[in-house]
């Protein structure tokens, strides 16, 4: 069947405000390497705990967020 959504080894990084403002400014990494694809016709649910990256992931697809990888 046809993919109509492939995504390769997106990873997703934000700056770590977790260091304070004066610290070197270190991402924190919330998305590694992340594949999949989606062929027409099929049914997909994307599931997972509160804060594991679900909405990231989408809103990089959505190219809403710059990532690593392919999609």
């Known amino acids: 069947m046809e993919e109509i959504l492939s995504a390769e080894r ?3 990084s934000y700056p770590d405000s977790s260091l304070g403002i004066f610290a070197k400014r ?3 990494l919330v998305l590694h390497d992340v594949s999949l694809s989606i ?5 997909f ?27």
Do not use: D, H, M, Y
């Not at 062929?39 to 049914?43: I, S």
């Open 26 to 28: 270190k991402q924190k």
């Open 45 to 71: 649910g994307l599931v997972g705990e509160s804060g594991c990256g679900k909405s990231t992931f989408g809103n990089a697809v959505l190219g809403l967020l710059p990532f690593t990888g392919s999609i």
């Open 39 to 43: 062929r027409r016709r099929e049914f």
């Open 10 to 12: 997106v990873s997703v």
